[in-house]
Structure formats: structure tokens, C-alpha cells
């Protein structure tokens, strides 16, 4: 299981390099669950990579609009990411998302068809209204994406295992497997997941709050000791 650690700017991921995190996400907590940060950040970070780490960038809890969402998806691959992950917050239902994701997919293909595509959902989403979960490997499969992810879009400090249990989320993993692709678990999951997100199957465990300093994913910064705390475990 791989460790995805979620940086704001490039100070966070030398840190989160420095603890052993195996792909450095680019984020911007300020914008949401997902939310996008600026391209000269990714360009930071992905220079400092120099292509000896993976970067990943999330281009926001998009909407349901294709063309607006593939702009972002290109951004983020011009920027230098080498995975793009779509939070699909505001389509509502699989033929939504099926759309969105299948104008992202032809963006990045297009582009550098090595790019690897994400499509997350949220464990939450009964409460925003979105795709729900289980529909999200489904999506993921029929747009040609690689990753079938989820996320907690609220942050109220409910996790993934409140809104999901273990039963519901080696579901999730097993038909996402069964359709070849990897899964990426995120959500407030910390250091007492690890055996069940291996137990499941999960390929990428997502974190950003448990390795920040207070355990705070929006004020507290990125310690390479608490990730290599993580890894450690992992």
C-alpha cells in the first residue's frame, strides 16, 4: 500500500518527501475536500520532484460541467502532475459523472496518455447529494480512468469508517479490482487504519491531517516525522 500525502506548497512536500510518502498530492484545503490549488504551486513541486517522486494534484470538488472540469484536468497536466484526481461533487448521478470523467480522460489522453486519472467520489455523498459511492468504479471503468478513489467532502471530523464500514468499503475495492483498476482511500484515515486498509486491499491510502502538526488539515503544516510515523506503520 502505497502513502499519497496531501501538501500545500513545496515546503510541506519536502517534508512529506523527507518522511518517505510515496506520491506527493497538491492540494488547497481553502477550496474544499479536493480543492485545486495554483498552477505555479504544482509546477514547484513538481520541479522539486524531478520526476524521482510521483506528484498528484486534485483539481477541485468540480461541478457538473465537462468542458470547465477539463480545462482544470489540462492545468493540472501542464502544470507537471503525473496524476489528476476529479472530485465529482456536483454530478449528481453515474450518467453525470460518466460524462465528466469521459472529457477528462480524452483531455489528459490527448495530452501525455501516460497521466494517470482518478475519479473520486465521497463517503459522504448521501449528505451532498452526489454520485454515490458505490457507483464510482463503475465510472471509473467505463471512462477508461486508471484510479476509483473516495473521500470525506465534510470536514467536520467524521472519517471515512463513519460513513462507510468495512464491509461496504472491501466492496468498493473488490469491483474496483474486478475492473482492473487501483484504489485510493482518503478521509480522516490515520496510523489505526492501516490494517484495515491493508486487510480491504486498499493500493493508495490518502492522508493530510493525521501528519500535520495538531492533527489539523487546515492549520497545522506537514511533519516528515509524523509521515514517517505512517510509513513506518504502513
Known amino acids: 500500500m502505497e502513502l499519497l500525502v496531501s501538501a500545500i506548497n513545496l515546503e510541506e512536500a519536502k517534508e512529506a518527501r523527507l518522511g518517505g510518502a510515496d506520491i506527493l498530492d497538491v492540494k488547497n484545503p481553502k477550496e474544499g475536500s479536493l480543492g485545486a490549488n495554483f498552477p505555479w504551486i504544482i509546477k514547484q513541486i513538481s520541479d522539486y520532484a524531478n520526476g524521482e517522486i510521483v506528484v498528484s494534484t486534485t483539481i477541485g470538488d468540480v461541478p457538473y460541467k465537462p468542458g470547465t472540469v477539463s480545462l482544470a484536468a489540462l492545468g493540472s497536466a501542464v502544470s507537471g502532475s503525473d496524476y489528476v484526481k476529479v472530485g465529482l461533487y456536483g454530478t449528481k448521478n453515474y450518467d453525470q459523472a460518466l460524462e465528466v470523467m469521459n472529457a477528462v480522460v480524452r483531455t489528459i489522453r490527448e495530452y501525455d496518455e501516460n497521466i494517470v486519472v482518478v475519479a473520486c467520489g465521497y463517503a459522504d455523498a448521501y449528505k451532498t447529494g452526489s454520485i454515490l459511492p458505490k457507483d464510482i468504479p463503475l465510472v471509473a471503468k467505463n471512462s477508461d480512468c486508471d484510479v476509483a478513489m473516495l ?13 462507510m464500514d468495512v464491509d461496504e468499503l472491501k466492496d468498493f475495492v473488490q469491483t474496483a479490482h474486478d475492473y482492473g483498476l487501483k484504489v485510493a482511500l482518503a478521509g480522516s484515515v490515520n496510523k489505526n487504519d492501516v490494517d484495515m486498509l491493508k486487510s480491504i486491499g486498499c493500493d493508495i491510502m490518502g492522508v493530510r491531517g493525521c501528519v500535520c502538526s495538531g492533527g489539523d488539515r487546515n492549520t497545522g503544516t506537514i511533519n516528515h516525522k509524523l509521515v514517517q510515523e505512517l510509513k513506518d506503520n504502513i
Do not use: N
Not at 151 to 163: A, E, F, M, P, Q
Open 151 to 163: 473521500d470525506t467532502y465534510i470536514k467536520d471530523g467524521h472519517r471515512l469508517t463513519d460513513h
